[in-house]
């Protein structure tokens, strides 16, 4: 398969920030990105922009697989699915891509280490998860809390009072 070193999305809405693009490539595992162009997208005004990615290294997943098979072959796009209510539609990058758009696209590059960066991250969010998993259960062995109060809204605000009054206190 030919390599493919660039994507393009046509329709991003404008709340993503390059950043939070790139972090959500990678933390999917679908690729890191060397590089993200933003165009203002001026046929539907401010409410979406579009989007060309340099793609730095795909991640070795079968999603990213199955994405680079999507381009290449069918229809030639592929999809990206956010969320229940929210996908990209991503193609391959164009030729002459800036000859679509009126304005100057605002770049932004990413270096490896801002994916050791997100790594180091995702292992404090981890760590930070577990840490409250070791909490409760120290508030179980205590008798603050049972199974059967975590089940109603009430008990469950008590547990995060307790659970905030023991982390101020350790």
């Not at 697989?65 to 969320?83: A, C, F, P, Q």
Request: hydrophobic share 35%.
């Amino acid at each position: 398969m030919a390599p493919i070193n660039s994507i393009f999305i046509p329709y991003v809405s404008n709340h993503w920030t390059p950043e939070l693009i790139a972090s959500t490539l990678y933390e999917n595992g679908i690729a890191k990105t060397s590089s993200i162009k933003i165009y203002k997208n001026i046929i539907l005004e401010s409410s979406v922009n579009s989007v060309e990615v340099k793609i730095l290294e795909w991640m070795d997943t079968e999603l990213a697989y199955n994405l680079i098979v999507e381009l290449l072959k069918g229809d030639g796009y592929g999809t990206i699915y956010l969320s229940d209510e929210e996908f990209w539609k991503i193609y391959t990058t164009p030729n002459n891509i800036e000859l679509l758009f009126n304005d100057r696209p605002n770049i932004t590059s990413f270096s490896l280490t801002f994916y050791d960066q997100l790594d180091y991250m995702i292992g404090e969010l981890i760590e930070d998860d577990l840490n409250m998993d070791e909490i409760e259960d120290e508030l179980k062995v205590n008798g603050y809390y049972s199974e059967e109060d975590i089940s109603s809204n009430q008990n469950q605000d008590y547990l995060y009072e307790q659970i905030g009054n023991h982390l101020c206190f350790v």
